[in-house]
């Protein structure tokens, strides 16, 4: 009785690791800044100047025993405090310097695969997937729902020398219009018009298709729906049916809402698609075909490039001996509506931009994704598909640190130079109270962001896992890889950036002030005016990093709309796509560099605190969706073929 109730309590601490070391930084600072003057005081005042243990002796100014002024007593909280303040305003100005670093080189990339896509993509790539086009008899297409559809007919096989690439779409109480703009930018890559729909012998896709590689992919498109959505088989239907003939193949799944243990969200359904996918591949794909099967996942508002499937494709035949244990992840930029938003919630996903975009350098051996990322089936397989259980909210980082895990920390993670295009949270009322809605729902989505704080309590029982029975990986026979321990500790260093770090930092930031604001400067311990003094350096140094980090995003996003925009001109869709295209100057977003400071505290730090005080007692977080900008424009298939004809 007494194990279990044990056993309970350690999962619980773990789990609410993140929140109690909140509280725990909290004692910390009232026992060094409040507790130890006030014992120091009554130490004072009961031994006096010249009580009898210094025999009438005054201790001379600058020795440990001066008080006022000079150095107290060091004691134990004031030792660790004095360090703990130092170390994190370290720590807060290594994460600019490291983000400015991969912001240079995620700029430099993408313009280097911008300018050079049809030179980039190796001619044996070419040659294997034309080879796969011209033995590859498209299968049938299909619309609709669930475990009695198949991929394939009967005598096909997956082709043998191609990618294929099942794009999985999870949304919840999505917006129709959202998913139906995501589609139409999908169904307007080349790929899609010369190989998903087995139109390659149309006169207005040849048309379509003359300025742009003809690289041929295979694609399956997985409406992943929850069933608990009212509506969601007719949402799903619908839009199967309108792009019937745009794909391959477009089927929808729906994630029963009266499975004990799983919550309707992103991962739920996500799971359940995969779920199926595997299975129907498993029908009648040998293990090294499986092999070549790649899972790509996206918001409903993720707009992605032809490239981006390109890069991927040419990566993964390049590189056979880790194919199967790699996961690829683009930068992502939110270029479509950001002018047209609030600046704190404009700048609030600017740095949740560039949190994501600072691990993506080249040598970074750590690369969580956002938002977007892609892995081959053979991985999928190997950990169990994505988790279900409440915990796994931060669905993204979750499942890297799941697969991160069950190889031992030998995962490899490639930048595909190619990013994910996506639109800030928008509120459709208008006036201050569409100014007021759009904060609202911009607060809803930074809890629902910190809320992941859950997957470094599973990351400490993942590694817990590891280093006792050798490997976290439950799912998969093989023997568990050697564990490489540096790529450990720097996941837990990325893990404390993003879950410790912005609460830590504002709470001692703030725990200072107040502290040198009451108490005089003549009766402040020389260690504490020293750490003040280091953490304020330090503090200045951070913020010129964070000005040079948002001027070098300048350059980073205005190469990302620019390509964009080139691929919409070649692609002839340009001119119906104008409100789609957000440029940044300097003059105009000026504001944004004196806002960051304000920003970063109302949805970074504030929301992390409310999500971890309630992590002590539920893990439950009513999912609810962002309000995105709606579409105005008439469906993109259409103006594709009207601008061709």
């Given at each position: 009785?007494?194990?279990p ?30 507790r130890?003057?006030?014992l ?5 005042h009961?031994v ?15 020795t ?25 305003h370290?720590?807060?100005l290594?994460f600019?310097?490291r ?13 280097h695969?911008?300018s ?15 080879k796969?086009?011209?033995?590859t ?6 619309s609709?729902?669930s ?24 949304n ?42 003809r ?8 409406l992943?729906?929850?069933q ?23 089927v ?11 919550a ?14 595997c299975?129907?591949?498993a ?10 099967v ?10 992605l ?14 590189h056979?001996?880790t194919?199967?244990?790699t996961i ?16 704190l ?35 999928v397989?190997?950990?169990d ?6 915990e ?15 190889l031992?920390?030998n ?16 509120s459709?009322q208008?006036?201050?109270?569409g ?13 629902r ?5 859950l ?59 107040i ?6 400067a003549?009766?402040i ?8 003094d ?5 503090r ?10 948002l001027?070098?995003?300048e350059?980073?996003h205005?190469?990302?709309v620019?390509?964009r ?59 609810s ?13 259409d103006?594709?073929?009207?601008t061709v004809?």
């Open positions: 009785m007494v194990i109730r044990f056993a309970g309590f350690v999962r619980w601490c773990t789990r609410c690791i993140v929140s109690l070391n909140l509280v725990a930084l909290a004692l910390l600072i009232y026992c060094a800044l409040w130890a003057p006030q120091s005081a009554r130490r004072k009961s006096g100047d010249d009580g009898p243990h210094t025999g009438g002796y005054r201790h001379a100014p600058g440990k025993h001066d008080h006022g002024g000079g150095i107290e007593h060091l004691t134990i909280a004031r030792s660790i405090f004095v360090f703990y303040i130092v170390l994190v370290i720590l807060g290594v600019p310097l983000a400015c670093w991969a912001i240079s080189e995620l700029t430099n990339g993408l313009k695969a911008a050079g896509t049809r030179r980039k993509i190796s001619a044996s790539g070419i040659q294997l997937l034309q796969s086009q011209s033995r008899t498209p299968s049938p297409i299909s609709g729902g475990s009695s559809e198949t991929l394939y007919d009967a005598d096909d096989e997956l082709p043998t020398a191609s990618v294929f690439h099942a794009i999985i779409l999870p919840y109480r999505e917006d129709i219009d959202t998913l139906r703009e995501t589609l139409e930018v999908l169904a307007c890559h080349p790929q899609a018009a010369f190989s998903y729909d087995g139109r390659d012998d149309s006169l207005k896709a040849r048309r379509l298709l003359q300025n742009i590689p690289l041929t992919f295979n694609t399956q498109i997985y992943a729906m929850e608990r959505e009212p509506g969601a088989a007719e949402k799903a239907s619908k839009l199967a049916e309108e792009f019937l003939t745009s794909f391959r193949n477009i929808f799944t729906l994630h029963p809402g009266d499975i004990p243990g799983e309707p969200g992103k991962s739920s359904n996500e799971s359940w698609a995969a779920k199926e996918a299975r129907k591949y029908m009648r794909s040998g293990s090294k075909r499986r092999s070549d790649i899972f790509t996942v996206m918001d409903s508002d993720s707009h490039s032809y490239k981006y499937f390109a890069l991927i494709t040419e990566m993964h035949l390049n056979p001996d194919a199967n244990t690829y992840v683009p930068p992502i930029v939110f270029d479509r509506n950001a002018n047209s938003v609030p600046v919630v404009r700048v609030a996903d600017l740095l949740w931009c560039t949190a994501g975009l600072s691990g993506l350098y080249e040598t970074s051996a750590i690369r969580p994704p956002t938002s977007v990322y892609s892995l081959p089936l053979s991985l397989e190997r950990v598909g994505w988790d279900t259980f409440p796994a909210i931060g669905e993204d980082l979750h499942m890297y640190v799941k697969c991160f895990f069950a031992g920390g995962l490899t993670t490639r930048t595909v130079f190619s990013a994910a295009s996506q639109s800030n949270v928008h459709d208008k006036g201050i109270r100014v007021i809605a759009t904060h609202q729902a911009r607060y809803k989505q930074a809890i962001h910190m809320w992941g704080a997957d470094t309590g599973y990351a400490i029982k993942s590694a817990a896992s590891l280093a006792w029975h050798g490997s976290s990986d439950k799912a998969s026979a093989s023997p568990p890889p050697d564990h490489h321990r540096v790529n450990i500790l720097v996941l837990f260093h990325r893990l404390y950036e993003a879950h410790f770090l912005p609460v830590h930092l504002g709470t001692l930031v703030i725990s200072s002030v502290y040198t604001t009451l108490t005089p003549a009766a311990p020389r260690d504490l005016q020293w750490a003040f280091i953490a304020g350096y330090l200045i140094l951070g913020a010129l990093g964070m000005l040079r980090m001027s070098l995003y350059r980073y205005r190469t990302c620019r390509s925009e080139d691929e919409m001109r070649r692609a002839g869709l340009y001119q119906h796509m104008q409100g789609a295209f957000t440029h940044r100057t300097f003059w105009r977003n000026a504001l944004d560099y004196a806002m960051f400071p304000v920003s970063g505290i109302l949805y970074g730090s504030v929301p992390a605190v409310q999500a971890q005080l309630c992590h002590f007692w539920t893990v439950n977080l009513t999912y969706v962002s309000g995105k900008p709606q579409s105005q424009r008439k469906p993109l298939l103006q594709v073929f009207d004809v």
